[in-house]
């Protein structure tokens, strides 16, 4: 199995190296990254056009506009050629070791689409407002489309090639997450969750995502459930 793995990056100049290092130094996966810069403005993008002269195998695309995560990864998910997509954030909250789990889960237990889970593994530094926040849109998502999933907003989402090349990515922003999730569950794709690891970051540290995402992204799992 090829995995393709999604890297959105904006303004991640710390960070950026040391994960393409880590997602690079995961063994036992046949796997391609894509990297798709959504118009940095901090020396992002002049770290990457190195790493692309150091790592010629790794696609990137520059965005010459900010246009969100959403239209990045819309981007991203065209140029993959993978059995399977998966989108790693370009900061260091995730671990990418984890592919591993959600790979095993997927071949042990013959589901469509894995997502690792945070509220289920070890997770660290997650502000009152973010975990709140995400357990109230993963209850709407149980509400709405009928499923008992502990973690819709995380970023770890195994889903198929094919899947992830068709379908049409509205959303600009954050709120790529329900949106897909929303796809998954009304296209009836089998699911399942395994626990992953997670250590958040502050706002001071880069972390984008604020109030009004969530509450984007609420009226998103409502548009996509019944309108879309």
Known sequence: ???????????????????????????????????????????????????????????????????????????????????YVIVQDADLEYDPNDYLKLIRALEEEKVDVVYGSRFSGKYEDMSNLHYFGNKLLTLLTNTLFGVMLTDMETCYKLIPGEFARSIEIKSSRFDFEPEITAKILRKHLTLKEVPINYKGRTKHEGKKIS???????????IKFRFFN
């Open 1 to 83: 199995m090829k995995l393709s793995v999604v890297i959105p990056v904006y303004n991640e100049k710390n960070t950026i190296e040391k994960i393409v290092d880590l997602v690079r130094q995961v063994e036992g996966i046949d796997k391609e990254i894509i990297i798709v810069d959504d118009a940095s403005k901090d020396g992002t993008v002049e770290i990457l056009k190195k790493i692309q002269v150091k790592y010629p195998d790794i696609k990137m695309f520059f965005k010459e506009e900010n246009k969100g995560k959403g239209n990045t990864l819309k981007i991203g998910f065209k140029m993959t050629t993978g059995d």
């Open 211 to 221: 109030w009004k995402d969530g509450f984007s992204a609420l009226l998103t799992l």
